[in-house]
């Protein structure tokens, strides 16, 4: 409930709804997700200081746990974009969408060439100082890697529609969702203690 991560394609997938669609369901979706966006920033967002001062806001523990309603909201949005890209698109849909496949292209040039090599350096700078700071920028390289492979992946999808059969062509981004969310949250919040242990008294 605090981490909010998605996974990529559903945010490739989220913004081709916003791009494609015009509709009141999109538009609501569009606007949940900045919202939330807003409050789990907690004391970093206004928004949350103003709703403060409305009764009961300010007992509202762990504003954090809003990007759960996030995250319903992008995969929504996640959802409506994949609806729209696996049926025929209209004149202004394809050029909205060739403008969307043009920007993904050029966020993921930039991605591949800048910052995973700025990352790079980052890392073999901190080599010989403090452990923990090398695990830090090792860590950093790592998911700069990884994000880079999903965003390559999800790209390629996204460049594979219309050049596949609509139905292989959306499962095979089910699987790459399913696969991007099973890696990296495959840790998360792993443990072996029993978490009502400590209710366990008179």
């Not at 523990?61 to 995969?75: E, G, S």
């Not at 496949?101 to 990352?119: C, D, I, K």
Request: net charge positive; with cysteine; aromatic share 12%.
């Amino acid at each position: 409930v605090e981490v909010g991560y998605i996974g990529i394609l559903p945010l490739i997938l989220a913004l081709a709804a916003i791009f494609l669609r015009r509709d009141a369901l999109t538009k609501f979706f569009a606007v949940l997700t900045l919202i939330s966006l807003a409050l789990a920033l907690g004391g970093y967002s206004i928004l949350h200081g103003w709703l403060n001062l409305v009764p009961g806001f300010s007992q509202v523990r762990a504003p954090a746990r809003f990007i759960l309603l996030m995250d319903f909201a992008l995969a929504a949005l996640a959802a409506l974009g994949l609806e729209s890209l696996m049926h025929p698109l209209s004149r202004s849909a394809r050029r909205a969408f060739a403008r969307l496949r043009a920007g993904l292209r050029w966020a993921w040039l930039f991605a591949a060439f800048l910052l995973a090599p700025v990352l790079f350096v980052g890392m073999v700078t901190y080599q010989d100082r403090d452990p923990v700071l090398f695990a830090r920028a090792a860590n950093a390289v790592s998911g700069g890697v990884l994000f880079v492979m999903f965003f390559g992946l999800s790209l390629a999808l996204v460049y594979l529609r219309g050049q596949l059969r609509t139905r292989l062509w959306g499962a095979l981004c089910v699987a790459l969702i399913f696969f991007d969310l099973a890696s990296l949250g495959a840790n998360v919040d792993v443990g072996e203690s029993d978490p009502t242990q400590n209710f366990n008294h008179p």
